[in-house]
C-alpha cells in the first residue's frame, strides 16, 4: 500500500511569507507526528495527533506554527512570517497501534 | 536538555567489519527504545527495537543492547555493507499505552569505507 506522502517536496519561499506543508498520513493510522530537521541537528518534534484527542503542541517553537488534522486523516503545517531560521526539512510519520513510526520523505523549506 | 543523547556525529568503519552505535539517555522512564536509519533525501525507516524487559535484540545483521542501568543502548551491524552508509537515529519513548511521543537524539553518520 502507499505509504507516507508530503507535498511539495521542496518550498522556497521569502522572509515574511506564509507557507503550508501537507501530509497524507497511511491510511488507518491514528497517529500523526510532525517534526523538523535543520541543516546538522537531529529530529525536532513539532506537534503530534492521536486520534479526536487534543494534540499535543508542546514541541511548536513559536505561534507562527500551527497544524491541524482533519477528518483524522490529512495534516497541514503553517508557519506564518516565515524566517530564515525556519529553513528545515520538515518531516511527517504516521503509526498504527506499534511504536513504530513511518515517515514521509519530507519537505525541504528553504526561507530566503 | 537532550533526553536521548548520540555523542558521535560521525563513524567511519571498514567494509565487513562490525559497526557500533551508541545512544545514552536520561529519562529513567522510557522503557521503549527504537533505531531509524535514514538516506539523504528520505525520511527515516524503522530498523530495530528493544523493550526495556529486555537486554538483547536481534534481527539478521543488526542487534541492539539496553544496559538499563547505565541508561545506555548500541546498535551493532556486523558485518558492515555498503549500502549501511546512512544517519542512524536512536530513539525513546515512555508510556505504556503507546501514545506518548517519541523522543530522538541527533543522529550518527555511519560511513562503510570499501
Known amino acids: 500500500g502507499a505509504g507516507v506522502s508530503q507535498s511539495p517536496s521542496n518550498k522556497v519561499t521569502e522572509k515574511g511569507k506564509d507557507v503550508e506543508l501537507r501530509c497524507d498520513p497511511i491510511s488507518g493510522h491514528t497517529a500523526l507526528y510532525w517534526y523538523r530537521q535543520s541543516l546538522g541537528q537531529g529530529l525536532e518534534f513539532l506537534i503530534y495527533f492521536q486520534g479526536n484527542s487534543a494534540p499535543d503542541k508542546s514541541g511548536l517553537p513559536s505561534d507562527r506554527f500551527s497544524a491541524e488534522r482533519t477528518g483524522g486523516s490529512v495534516s497541514t503545517l503553517t508557519i506564518q512570517r516565515t524566517q530564515q531560521e525556519d529553513s528545515a526539512v520538515y518531516l511527517c510519520?504516521?503509526?498504527?497501534?506499534?511504536?513504530?513510526?513511518?515517515f514521509g520523505p519530507g519537505t525541504r523549506l528553504t526561507v530566503t | 536538555d537532550q533526553q536521548v543523547k548520540q555523542n558521535s556525529p560521525s563513524l567511519s568503519v571498514q567494509e565487513g567489519r562490525i559497526s557500533i552505535l551508541n545512544c545514552d539517555y536520561t529519562?529513567?522512564?522510557?522503557?521503549?527504545f527504537l533505531w531509524y536509519k535514514k538516506y539523504p533525501a528520505e525520511g527515516p525507516t524503522f530498523l530495530i527495537s528493544?523493550?526495556?524487559?529486555?537486554d538483547k535484540n536481534e534481527d539478521g545483521r543488526f542487534t541492539v543492547f539496553l544496559n538499563k542501568s547505565a541508561k545506555h543502548l548500541s546498535l551493532h551491524i556486523v558485518p558492515s555493507q555498503p549500502g549501511d552508509s546512512a544517519v542512524y537515529f536512536c530513539a525513546a519513548s515512555e508510556g505504556e499505552s503507546r501514545d506518548d511521543k517519541i523522543i530522538f537524539g541527533k543522529g550518527t553518520r555511519l560511513h562503510i569505507l570499501p
Open positions: 528493544i523493550s526495556s524487559i529486555k
Open positions: 529519562n529513567s522512564m522510557f522503557d521503549y
Open positions: 510519520a504516521s503509526r498504527t497501534s506499534g511504536y513504530e513510526q513511518y
